[in-house]
């Protein structure tokens, strides 16, 4: 099994899209092992989009992501890192498909609802600097049963 870190972002919060989007995850069968909104610092903003501070869009990200609460999520299932960036579509929501978040509820690059991590590793990082070890739950899933022969 395999953990990733998700966000809805704060247009997704505004937007009443939570439970919308929480909903994909489940159906897929990700187990929500992590769950919180909260409001995101400077700091963990910074943290965050390290690989991304020389670009131009850096402080209209940092401000976008702390403009309001977000939803942090950790999401497992098999091979759950390419599966949630599926589910959230291309980052732009101009070249996402329909039936993916940002394809159904997006429409410009700057506010495209939701994050996910690229990488197993990308995750972890992520992982720890929203929630604390205690935060992040270990429980039977009974879906997997029916998920994976
Ligand atoms: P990702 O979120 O699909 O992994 P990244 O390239 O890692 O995409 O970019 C991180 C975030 O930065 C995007 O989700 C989006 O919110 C923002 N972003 C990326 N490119 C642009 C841009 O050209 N203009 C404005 N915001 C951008
Ligand atoms: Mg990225």
């Keep these: 099994m395999e953990k990733t870190f998700a966000m809805i972002k704060p247009d997704g919060v505004q937007r009443s899209l939570v439970g919308n989007i929480i909903a994909?995850?489940?159906a897929k069968g990700l187990r929500v092992a992590g769950m919180k909104i909260?409001?995101?610092?400077?700091?963990?903003?910074?943290?965050?989009?390290?690989?991304?501070?020389?670009k131009p869009f850096y402080p209209g990200l940092v401000s976008y992501i702390t403009s309001g609460p977000v939803v942090a999520l950790v999401l497992e299932g098999k091979n759950a890192v390419e599966e949630v960036r599926k589910i959230n579509g291309a980052t732009n929501p101009l070249n996402a498909a329909c039936g993916t978040i940002r394809g159904d509820f997006g429409q410009e690059v700057g506010r495209n609802v939701v994050h996910a991590s690229d990488s197993v590793e990308s995750a972890a990082r992520e992982i720890a600097i929203y929630f604390n070890a205690d935060e992040v739950l270990e429980y039977d899933y009974l879906p997997n049963k029916w998920l994976f022969e």
Excluded: I, K, T
């Design 24 to 26: 994909r995850y489940e």
């Design 38 to 54: 909260m409001q995101v610092s400077n700091e963990q903003a910074a943290q965050h989009y390290a690989e991304h501070v020389e």
